[in-house]
């Protein structure tokens, strides 16, 4: 048996395990490789940073569910801390029911740490069905969508609300979301209201969202952990992000040889084989 | 030479009435203390009319007006214009907000469609008002249409009349022509394979709903599919992850085989409902490569996360893969992983081919013609941006 | 033993469950897998309820009131919450095989309305707004490969001709930029997939064991 | 009634709400308001089938003495624990309730662990299976690798030119050959909401008279 038999034929747990190792150890052993800022990931920051402070509300759709969690909720950490350090108001929402639980951790969190005020600084609306009808619902009037927060508070008894009608008093509504629900902002605020919008989305979903950013349809879009890491690096507040990047950079290192030798495993397999059959010929 | 001086302060003169179009804005809230006790003269030249915009329901009035002879000239302590609106004439009413120095118009956005209303305009400078200057009665326009959106309207009714215009040609029988997808030639020669080699075949329709629309194409296919293994009596396995896909799978499978003349062929054990959850399903597939070695793997249909277990135990198992889905994630990996793979929209079309449906070859051929009306509209596009002609870019506009 | 540690391992227990369908499917993996249909489905149930039709439909239709404001009992607003919280509910007939068909009203209106919105902001954001974006004037190599890019890719998806001559040159152009297209998002989803692990990993080690700096 | 009745109604309601975006009209825009909250409460009840599905589904797992019957009961209990907690526990669904918390620490690692699984699955396929035996393969496979080293750190220790690299094929390639994609899948969708619009397309109202 000749080497490439027996490298195409090694157990693939071997190779799991090889994941795993490669994955932890850099928790202990930290490379601390700088993060490189994106236009994309810059433009939505500029977008935030551009957005006056206790004046009108940033919009941020927590539209996320569990399963993209490691890649979403640094973004929506990173934006709310950006938001709050800059004194702007935030009214955070979700259009998945699984977001409810995950958009309240995030936002309370974030705003325990900072000492922001429920009410004042931010307001929690909560869970609302349907997708595009209340995306289009919200530029008529956000009362329509949410007669009230999250907790049964009117919006009218909710002083950051007062003359916050719908999309014309919104400077930016930033949507995190691992499924279509980003695209459903850009069809259904984007095009009917010319709001302003701005996607944090999974790496898988990212490179599909390129034309929309080229288009000006997204003032910024944030693609997968690596997003979150470099919006953590321009808020000066580094985190979860910046922290996978060591292990996110060994790994597809290691995955990069992987292809490599399993191609010339497979090529000189291929090759031995043909002249084989060209000799019993 | 001396006259160089006296130009350059002509010119900058002139340029400073501009200077607050390139200035920061000053917050509102910081408000320059007046340099004199004189109030700021009033505007003149008010005007009030109906605002359209792409949400124009009457709720938008403009205001325009010239500037205070005190704004950037004169006294030069203008702060900012303040809006007030009022439904009875010879009454101040109540604020609408305020446009700062330098500033011709203000957007009223809170109009109620069809009232009438009289705006005043009030100049402060910090400490005094000016005299008032009022305008009206104004109302706001609802209006019936959106011309923004004329390109979006001429654009979808094109789009509509050419998909309703070939349903209906192929609903009379017309020959309409699509070619032929070289994804099919490369199902048949892997179906081909597994019969030299008295293999089966396994056919995996993806883990979508019945309603899915790559769940029916992928059930046309597989009709097409199911009457080759028919006629030359080679086993299909056809493993399910829904129970409603699992019946309407028997149905197409049985009808081939009806339709070839091999009814007692079918064998109904070999269309298996597996699981409902993803990475179950993946296994129980993964063990009958591992089992029962069919010799070619044809995945066509929705898939998501599991495409990926499916063509690796494939590729390792040795078997002719092909796939296609309309999942762009996970396209790359059948790509790499399998000998021929359907691309998106040609999912679409080899099902289209092969069912010659009135309703999908309509949406085909409308989507075909569509497309080459936009190259031909972007091709305008670029030729007349050359030539200056803005007008029609501007066409296209919608915001 | 605090609470917060007992739930933090009740998590991490789960977690190592599902990992251990890596070595082979076994009992843990299925129970872990089946646990969470259950509880989702529920906690689905309880926020929709909570958070929206309580809100929007019961309170309006039974306690006359919405959004803090009271509302006249067969008022306008009234009828506008119980109409189609009447609908909604009549899309349970599928569950009486008799008179299933009723069913097929409120899924009339829902299935058109849906489509129906969607038509003219899918025209604008996917044909009208992209054919603008790349209308774009023929004076460097980036534009260019831009716009010969897009013609190819739309020709290769074009069934009406056969890809012959001119054509057929363009679907070549077309594959190699759908390609490398797939060879991005191919990059992506790898950096996707291997994000989760690290959060999952970090949980794992920080949240849960306290090993690597919180 | 039974099929004429609510093909006129999807008919209605599709027409009105492709018609409504070109008119401003505030008497057209009124109604078509409180129809996107209708259509949401329908869309909240639709949802909610799923679940009386589900619990069907295990039911008749459970009755009929299915083989792995022992997972429908753990499907049943954790839903009914949920619907328990959720709706009769004090302080129902506060954060740190009972029911918040089997959520975030139940439902949450769960459901986030499950795709982290393919991160093994792509490294072992990478070694196994992703082969460059087609030019298109090929191609495929350099942008992949390309693209993997210039979106992390690593990548740009070694060359400058990999981010580079990497931001070309993002912003001129992927962006054309998406874009494409994405004007096609446009034309798709439009043409198959028309389709149901019209009453061509009526797979939504499934079998039966």
Redesign the interface.
């Known amino acids: 048996m000749s080497w490439y038999d027996k490298l195409l034929q090694v157990d693939r747990r071997w190779i799991f395990l090889a994941i795993g190792v490669a994955v932890v150890v850099p928790f202990f052993v930290p490379l601390g490789l700088p993060v490189i800022v994106t236009e994309p990931v810059q433009g939505l920051y500029d977008a935030v940073e551009s957005i006056p402070p206790n004046d009108k509300p940033l919009l941020l759709s927590i539209d996320y569910a569990p399963a993209t969690l490691p890649e979403l909720e640094p973004m929506a950490l990173a934006i709310l801390r950006h938001a709050f350090r800059n004194d702007v108001n935030v009214i955070v929402m979700t259009l998945h029911p699984a977001g409810y639980g995950l958009a309240e951790r995030a936002v309370r969190g974030v705003a325990e740490e900072m000492e922001q005020v429920e009410g004042e600084d931010y307001v929690f609306m909560g869970f609302t069905p349907g997708v595009s009808a209340p995306i289009l619902g919200l530029g008529v009037a956000i009362r329509n969508v949410f007669p009230e927060d999250a907790y049964g508070t009117p919006l009218d008894e909710i002083p950051m609300m007062e003359g916050i009608r719908n999309y014309d008093d919104i400077p930016l509504a930033i949507t995190l979301a691992g499924w279509s629900a980003a695209e459903a902002w850009i069809y259904f605020a984007r095009e009917p209201y010319g709001q302003q919008v701005g996607a944090g989305v999974t790496a898988v979903m990212a490179t599909d969202y390129y034309p929309y950013l080229d288009a000006g349809q997204l003032q910024g879009l944030l693609g997968g952990m690596r997003g979150a890491a470099e919006y953590e690096v321009l808020i000066e507040r580094e985190a979860k992000g910046v922290k996978g990047m060591d292990s996110q950079s060994v790994i597809h290192l290691l995955i990069i040889v992987l292809i490599v030798l399993g191609n010339v495993a497979y090529f000189a397999q291929r090759s031995a084989r043909r002249k084989m059959a060209l000799e019993d010929a | 030479m001396d006259r160089f001086p006296r130009i350059l302060l002509i010119v900058l003169t002139l340029a400073l009435p501009a200077l607050p179009l390139f200035a920061q804005v000053p ?1 509102p809230d910081i408000e320059i203390a007046a340099v004199d006790s004189v109030a700021p003269a009033p505007v003149t030249g008010l005007r009030a009319h109906d605002y359209v915009d ?6 938008k009035i403009e205001l325009t007006w010239e500037l205070s002879a005190d704004d950037a000239a004169g006294a030069s302590d203008v702060v900012r214009y303040e809006v007030f609106r009022s439904e009875i004439e010879d009454a101040p009413g109540d604020s609408v907000g305020f446009a700062l120095a330098g500033f011709e118009r203000f957007l009223d ?1 809170t109009a109620e ?1 069809g009232t009438p209303y009289y705006y005043t305009v009030l100049v402060s400078d910090g400490t005094l008002l000016s005299s008032p200057t009022t305008t009206g009665p104004v109302r706001g326009v ?5 011309p923004s ?1 004329t ?3 001429v ?2 009714l094109v ?2 009349v050419l ?2 215009i070939f ?1 209906r040609l192929a609903e009379r029988g017309a020959d309409l ?3 032929r ?1 070289p994804g099919l030639n490369a199902i048949e020669e892997a179906v081909g394979r597994a019969t030299e080699m008295g293999r089966p075949v396994l056919y995996v329709p993806g883990i979508g709903e019945i ?1 899915n ?1 790559m769940t ?1 194409a992928s059930l046309n296919i597989l009709s097409h599919v199911a009457k080759i293994t028919a006629r030359y009596e080679t086993p299909l396995i056809v493993p399910t992850a829904r129970a409603v896909v699992m019946s309407a799978a028997e149905e197409v499978v049985k009808q081939a085989h009806a339709e070839v003349g091999q009814p007692d062929t079918y064998n109904p054990d070999n269309i298996r409902y597996l699981s409902d ?1 993803q ?2 399903f993946a ?1 129980a597939v993964n063990g009958i490569m591992l089992r029962e070695k069919p010799a070619a793997n044809l995945y066509l249909g929705a898939f998501w ?1 599991e495409s ?2 499916l ?2 135990t494939g ?2 198992a040795g078997a002719i893969q092909v796939a296609g889905t ?1 999942m ?2 996970q ?3 059948f ?3 399998c ?1 021929y793979t359907l ?4 999912l ?2 080899a099902s289209a ?1 092969l069912s010659k449906e009135p ?1 999908l070859l ?11 009306l ?2 031909a ?2 091709a305008l ?2 030729v007349l ?2 030539l200056n002609a803005s007008w029609f ?1 501007e066409f ?4 | 033993m605090s609470h917060h540690i007992i739930w933090t391992t009740i998590g991490a227990i789960l977690t190592l469950s599902i990992y251990s369908f890596l070595y082979k499917d076994n009992p843990f993996y299925k129970f872990a897998e089946h646990l969470v249909v259950g509880i989702s489905a529920g906690y689905y149930l309880v926020i929709y309820t909570f958070n929206f039709i309580v809100p929007n439909v019961a309170r309006p239709v039974f306690g006359l009131e919405l959004g803090g404001e009271a509302i006249r009992f067969a008022g306008l607003e009234w009828w506008m919450a119980l109409i189609p919280g009447l609908l909604g509910l009549l899309l349970y007939a599928r569950f009486f095989p008799k008179f299933a068909w009723v069913g097929r009203w409120p899924l009339g209106i829902y299935v058109g309305g849906y489509a129906g919105l969607g038509l003219s902001p899918v025209m604008q954001a996917r044909v009208l707004q992209q054919m603008e974006a790349n209308a774009l004037p023929l004076t460097s190599l980036t534009n260019i490969l831009l716009v010969v890019g897009l013609l190819g890719t739309l020709i290769y998806f074009f069934f009406s001709m056969r890809h012959k001559g001119v054509l057929g040159v363009f679907a070549r152009i077309g594959i190699v930029f759908l390609m490398v297209g797939f060879g991005a998002s191919f990059g992506y989803t790898v950096m996707s997939r291997i994000s989760l692990l690290i959060g999952r990993v970090d949980f794992l080690l920080s949240d849960w064991l306290h090993l690597a700096g919180g | 009634m039974r099929r004429q009745l609510p093909l006129t109604l999807c008919f209605i309601a599709g027409v009105f709400m492709a018609v409504q975006y070109f008119i401003p009209h505030w008497r057209v825009q009124d109604v078509y308001d409180r129809f996107l909250t209708w259509l949401q409460i329908i869309f909240a009840f639709a949802f909610l089938l799923g679940t009386v599905s589900l619990v069907k589904v295990h039911y008749h797992k459970i009755r009929n003495r299915a083989a792995d019957r022992g997972f429908s009961w753990v499907v049943l209990a954790g839903l009914g624990s949920m619907i328990g907690l959720g709706f009769f526990a004090p302080g129902h669904n506060d954060p740190g309730s009972p029911f918040d918390m089997m959520f975030q620490n139940v439902q949450v690692p769960i459901e986030a662990t499950m795709f982290s699984l393919l991160a093994f699955y792509i490294a072992s396929a990478a070694f196994r299976a992703f082969r460059a035996r087609t030019l298109e393969a090929t191609l495929l496979l350099i942008a992949a690798c390309i693209v993997m080293l210039g979106r992390v750190p690593i990548g740009d220790l070694i060359s400058e030119r990999i981010p580079e690299a990497t931001r070309w094929i993002l912003t001129v390639p992927n962006l054309a050959a998406k874009r494409g994609i994405m004007i096609g899948v446009g034309l798709g969708m439009m043409a198959t909401a028309l389709k149901i619009v019209l009453g061509i397309e009526r797979a939504w109202m499934g079998g039966g008279d």
Do not use: C
């Open positions: 917050p792409n949400s124009d329901a009457g709720d956005t469609a609802s209006n019936f249409f959106q959106r390109s979006v309207l654009l979808a789009f509509f998909v309703l349903t022509f699509v070619r997808i309603d629309i029916i959850a990475f179950a296994g996360a990926l277990l063509a690796e590729f390792e309309a762009v994630s396209l790359p990996f790509v790499t992983a000998d691309l998106g929209e040609e679409y079309a081919y309703k309509g949406g085909l051929k409308g989507s075909d013609w569509m497309k080459i936009i190259i509209l972007m596009g670029i941006n050359r870019v296209f506009h919608t915001q």
